[in-house]
């Protein structure tokens, strides 16, 4: 009987062309039981402070969950990580799919990507197979035609392909990595970190069985068909299989938190144009989903119209939908398809590709951007062509596209003037499409998340708003004891903030998507804890699991402590403390006295010191990682 996990690495040595294995006990496995956990302990000891994330010497991590390839609905994701060319900290992306769980079945918990091939390859593993293969004649294909090349040269057609395109290859600094051509590693530019080191791509095959690892597979399948029954009987799971996450756009605009116009403004006026109904009818070719998931809430899309968008890339999600359309001011479903495409294609996050835009359209509004710097374009909110030349440029690096490939953060130190003002990070990373002032919480985690703004830190406000509703149900197993307003911001919003996040890290440890457990979906917390149990033979109970989390949390913080961040980095755009101009919440903007009040509870409830951020000594070793506080000097 196993443990949940393969027990291995793999060391791939880009600059000597070698490969290795590295293995691990099932004692280390218990404290870093793969996901986020695994990767920040791999980076806090393979990579040392300051290096360039572009250079040889960062590394690159991609590892698997404890139950990435079991059985169940929504356990199908990995975690990319690396020193992040976008903000200079710690860096992590999550992904589903297929190419974890295949990796997984490949015999292969992680692997481990150092140094700097001296002309382009890619990876080839055929369970324990591995080989570094040229790939100068795959440098510069699009993802669709490298992908099939690459299957052909495995002799596999059902090979998993993870790779860049030509984002990551220019090394724009929010690059992406996509698998399947429908599944990304989107944020904090793991893609440019693998351009930087001339990986093309990784491709897998694996032909053996998650049962080989699991201690008890039996009860995991059992607990897999269990939760697979019940997907069209839980409201949040089966308004996903039918709509996926297009359907967030008329409640969130209804609410006036539909971020419109670079942040400026809660609702967009032309939201008709781009809601649910209109996507179905216009856009809908199929519904996908990921390994061995029921829930079913990937969307495709194909158009054969104004624009010509191929089924090849998926279609967009929520966060592709609210960046390219309402941020952007554009109601163009097409236009929103095609950029989805481009992005694809190109390999780049959506999320920072589309502040980007918004952030560039600002700017040409008031003059920061001329014409001349345009090509005559009118880079102007609500112009579809200008946001399709945009992000163009953007992966060519052609024009001032060059220096908006660097990011809003490093765009704006260039442009200067207002342009400060109009870019929406935190730590360098551009915001999601999620208003912090109707989700105060949300605020909160764009603040201290180590990668910068990020969307699925924590759980969303709204969850645990209503007594009444069936996840404030579920986040009272997690401790959440009392209804909070989604506005309040506040010492007991903070407490309920650090439950649900060590609750959402958790998920990213053991490779669990967002729309899986309890309070977002419809896996109860009791049934995680089981599944855990049944994955690894380990008595775990749900406590131990929020620890885990807590843990992981707390390794990523580390990194950042040792690369120079502080609490001042964790701070939000001046833009939200200033009132939303339309929508519900007109007139409304976050209190900075109430946010920093609320930030330093968040500190204390979590064991850091209220003045620097940093994770105390005492509480890294009440989570068995006293070693790293060692790291922090």
Wanted: with cysteine; proline share 5%; hydrophobic share 40%.
């Amino acid at each position: 009987m196993g443990y949940g996990s393969t027990g291995k690495l793999l060391r791939v040595d880009l600059t000597r062309g070698v490969t290795s294995v590295e293995r691990f006990d099932e004692a280390f496995y218990r404290v870093y039981p793969g996901g986020k956990a695994l990767a920040a302990y791999l980076l806090l000891r393979e990579i040392a402070p300051h290096v360039d994330p572009l250079g040889p010497e960062n590394v690159l991590v991609l590892v698997n969950g404890l139950i990435t390839g079991a059985p169940i609905s929504t356990a199908t994701r990995f975690t990319a990580a690396a020193r992040s060319p976008l903000t200079g900290a710690y860096g992590e992306s999550e992904a589903g799919g297929f190419w974890g769980p295949e990796l997984k079945l490949a015999g292969w918990e992680g692997i481990i990507l150092t140094g700097r091939a001296a002309h382009p390859v890619y990876l080839a593993i055929k369970n324990d197979q591995v080989e570094i293969r040229d790939a100068r004649h795959l440098w510069g294909l699009e993802p669709e035609q490298a992908q099939a090349a690459m299957r052909e040269e495995m002799g596999d057609r059902l090979t998993r392909v993870l790779q860049i395109g030509i984002g990551g290859e220019n090394k724009v600094r929010f690059a992406a990595l996509i698998n399947d051509l429908r599944h990304f590693n989107g944020r904090s530019g793991m893609g440019a970190v693998m351009g930087s080191k001339n990986l093309k791509g990784i491709a897998v095959r694996g032909t053996g069985k998650y049962s080989d690892y699991a201690h008890d597979p039996q009860a995991v399948a059992e607990i897999g068909r269990r939760i697979a029954k019940r997907v069209k009987e839980h409201p949040q799971s089966w308004d996903l299989q039918e709509k996926g996450t297009p359907g967030l756009v008329s409640g969130l605009n209804a609410g006036g938190i539909l971020p419109t116009r670079n942040f400026r403004q809660g609702a967009f006026e032309r939201v008709d144009n781009i809601k649910w109904e209109v996507y179905e009818k216009e856009l809908l070719s199929a519904r996908r989903s990921c390994y061995a998931c029921a829930i079913r809430c990937k969307r495709e899309v194909k158009v054969d119209d104004r624009y010509q968008v191929s089924d090849a890339y998926g279609g967009p999600e929520y966060e592709t939908i609210g960046g390219f359309g309402p941020n952007c001011g554009i109601d163009d479903l097409q236009a929103i398809a095609k950029a989805n495409e481009l992005c694809g294609r190109y390999t780049l996050d959506s999320i920072s590709t589309s502040a980007v835009v918004a952030f560039a359209m600002e700017c040409f509004e008031h003059g920061l951007i001329t014409p001349e710097q345009t090509n005559g374009a009118e880079w102007r909110f609500g112009n579809a062509e200008a946001m399709l030349q945009i992000v163009d440029w953007i992966a060519h690096r052609r024009g001032i596209g060059d220096l908006l490939a660097e990011g809003s953060l490093r765009a704006a130190e260039v442009i200067g003037g207002d342009a400060r003002y109009f870019a929406m990070h935190v730590k360098g990373q551009e915001l999601p499409m999620h208003e912090p002032r109707g989700k105060v919480g949300v605020g909160l985690g764009y603040a201290v998340n180590e990668g910068g703004a990020d969307h699925l830190v924590a759980y969303h406000d709204p969850m645990y708003a209503n007594p009444a509703s069936i996840t404030f149900k579920a986040a009272a197993e997690l401790g959440i004891t009392e209804p909070l307003p989604p506005r309040e911001l506040s010492p007991r919003k903070a407490e309920a903030y650090a439950r649900l996040e060590n609750w959402s890290s958790f998920g990213k440890v053991v490779g669990f998507c967002y729309f899986g457990p309890a309070p977002r979906s419809l896996i109860q917390v009791d049934e995680v804890v089981e599944a855990v149990r049944a994955a690894s033979g380990w008595d775990f109970d749900k406590e131990e699991l929020l620890r885990i989390g807590e843990r992981a949390t707390n390794l990523a913080r580390v990194f950042n402590v040792r690369e120079g961040f502080s609490r001042q980095d964790d701070t939000l755009p001046d833009r939200l403390f200033q009132p939303l101009e339309s929508g519900a919440l007109a007139g409304v903007g976050m209190s900075r006295e109430e946010f920093e009040t609320a930030l330093t509870a968040l500190y204390r409830v979590k064991g850091w010191d209220p003045e620097t951020a940093r994770p105390t000594r005492e509480r890294l070793e009440a989570l068995n990682i006293g070693w790293a506080a060692d790291l922090m000097v």
